[in-house]
Structures are given as structure tokens and as C-alpha cells.
């Protein structure tokens, strides 16, 4: 029996490689585990319990059928709550201080981590995740962002904004509630400064976007699974992780601050759509999502980005000690899958 040879992909842009192991063929139910068991106590992000969080810097309050925007002040904190985004109780990066304690001098290279690290609560409700929320409320999250985004990202002392979420305890989700993080950092981290010195090398040489390029080919490919007017997703060429889908706006943006309102809708739905369809072929897997964009620079040449990693397979030696990746599910055969059921929660909402 001839057996096909594993292939070793190279990223669009990266100088990241994965072999596609597909030579034991994985379904979807192969990585569906049971529901995860976790104990909790109160939890400190639903309605009622805002003095267990720092006061937040923004929260979205229902007034005559529209959004007033205010943060909590003068000692009070109003419950009545649709997004609620708090200072992290353990920040990775925090703001600079009036008193600035000083940074040890060391041998090697160091900084002080100086930015923000926020917490911004989806929904009152406990469990209305992105995959199961209603169209209303997602827009709410979307619109939370593009405030946060605007806010940190015009600090002097910023130079990237991270939003990502972490779903499911074995994704690194500390509380269950449904929530996304936000982290600005003084730097542009590795893997988006990599993307966007590629980009700019690409559109220095082409005088086009590279990822327009990527979009269209990917729409006739094997790889595509969905789109709607705005925006598209399908599985990378190179995923690194099994049932890895990338969502990008069809039109050329640097940054979610460059979304229409009409636009925002649009990406609440294909949140919505995507995620769910995750969630439901893979019973509420955990996973990772992260935005890459740009705020400040390069505008021409670097298009905003969503990525979101299931997390079915255990990194272990080989990938921590080489940054080179093992997928057994290939691209094609997960947008096969995703397809069906992103298809299906198309016409739950
Ligand atoms: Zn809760
Ligand atoms: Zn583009
Ligand atoms: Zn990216």
C-alpha cells in the first residue's frame, strides 16, 4: 500500500512551519470530550457582585432604548449592566505611575511592563458566550472593543493592543463567565511584527495588500468555509492547530476602529455563526482567539485579522523545543467540517 507523504507547510507570512499528519484520519468526534467539571463560588462578574472587581473604566447601561456609556465613579456601580470592562486584578502590564519604583539593573535586556490589562465582561449572563449569544448583545461586545481599542491605543506609552479570549479552563480561561482581555503593551508583539514586516516587504515590492491577495485565493479554495457581505473565514494553509479558522474583513482595514456600524453587525453575526459553529461540531471545545491589527502604522499594507486555535491537541517536546507544529487535522478536510456547521448556525440566528 502506498502511503501519501505527510506535507511541511509553510505559513503565508511567517517563518513558521507545520507538518499536516493526516495519515490517521481524525473526525471531529475524535477530540469531543465530556463537558468540563469545574467548582466555583460566587462569581465575581455576575450582576450583583460589582464591588468584587476594581471599578470599571467602561460599562454600557441600558437608557430609552439605546446604550448610555459611563464607568463607575464616585463610589457607585451601577447593576444594570450589558458590558462591563474592568482594570485586571493581576495585571501582566500596568500604567505608569506618578512614583515610579525603578527597574533592577540586570546583565541582560529589560523594561518595565508598562500598559494596561482589562477585563471585558460579554454579558450579564453568566454563560452567553460568543457562540451562543444573541446578535443584540455580540454587537454590544464588538462595539466595547472598538472603545477600548480607541482609548488604550491613543496613550502615548501604547504600541499595541492584544484582544483575545481564552474559552474553557484547559484554554487558560481562570473564570467562567463569559469574558475577553485586552492587553497593551509598549511593544509590537513577535508574531504581528513578523506579519507586518512581511507585509510592508510584500507591498513595498507589489504596490498590493498581501492578505487581499491571501482572501481571494482562499475564497476559491478548499480551505474556504464562510462568508457574508463583510467578512470571510477559512482554515490557514499552514494551521497549526486542528479546526484553526481565520476571519478577515473582505474590505481592505488596518484596525477594527475602521468598521461602519453596519459593519459591526456584520461581524457580531459572523462571531456569532463561526463560534457556534465550533461549538457545535466539537461540543463546546476550549480555544483561543486573538485579533491581530494595526492602529498606528502601516495602514496600507497590513489588513486586520481574527485567529482563533481550538485547543484539542497537547503541545508537547517537539513543538516547545522547536516552534515547529504537528497538526493531525488538515486544513481541508476541518473547513469541510466547519462548513456544515457553520452552515447550520447560520440559520439559528
Ligand atoms: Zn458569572
Ligand atoms: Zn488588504
Ligand atoms: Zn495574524
Known sequence: ???????????????????????????????????????????????????????????????????????????????????????????????????????EKSDFTVQRATGHHEVLVESPLHNEHLGVARISQAVHVVNAYI???????????????????????????????????????????????????ASEGAF??????????????????????????????????????????WLFPLEHQCCLLDLSQAQVKSLAEALRVSLGGLNSILNDPPYNFGFHQMTTEACESYHWHLEVYPRLSIWAGFEKSTGMFINVVSPEDAAKHLREAMLGEEKKI
Open 1 to 103: 500500500m502506498l502511503i501519501a507523504a505527510n506535507e511541511l507547510r509553510k505559513d503565508y507570512l511567517l517563518d513558521r512551519w507545520v507538518v499536516i499528519a493526516t495519515q490517521r484520519k481524525k473526525r471531529p468526534t475524535d477530540f469531543v470530550k465530556s463537558a468540563e467539571k469545574r467548582q466555583e463560588g460566587t462569581c465575581a462578574f455576575c450582576p450583583g457582585n460589582e464591588n468584587m472587581t476594581p471599578p470599571a473604566v467602561l460599562v454600557y447601561l441600558p437608557q430609552n432604548g439605546s446604550i448610555r456609556k459611563d464607568k463607575d465613579k464616585n463610589g457607585l456601580r451601577p447593576k444594570n449592566w450589558l458590558i462591563r470592562v474592568v482594570p485586571n486584578l493581576y495585571p501582566a502590564f500596568s500604567p505608569p505611575q506618578k512614583e515610579e519604583t525603578k527597574i
Open 147 to 197: 472603545d477600548r481599542l480607541r482609548d488604550l491605543s491613543s496613550r502615548p506609552y501604547v504600541k499595541y493592543v492584544s484582544i483575545f479570549r481564552n474559552h474553557g479552563l484547559e484554554a487558560g480561561a481562570s473564570l467562567s463567565h463569559t469574558h475577553t482581555q485586552l492587553i497593551a503593551t509598549p511593544c509590537i508583539p513577535k508574531t504581528v511584527e513578523e506579519e507586518l514586516k
Open 204 to 245: 513595498k515590492r507589489e504596490k498590493k495588500c498581501v492578505f487581499c491577495e491571501i482572501i481571494e485565493k482562499e475564497s476559491h479554495s478548499a480551505r474556504f468555509i464562510w462568508k457574508n457581505n463583510d467578512f470571510t473565514i477559512f482554515a490557514p494553509w499552514a494551521s497549526v492547530h486542528p479546526f484553526e479558522f
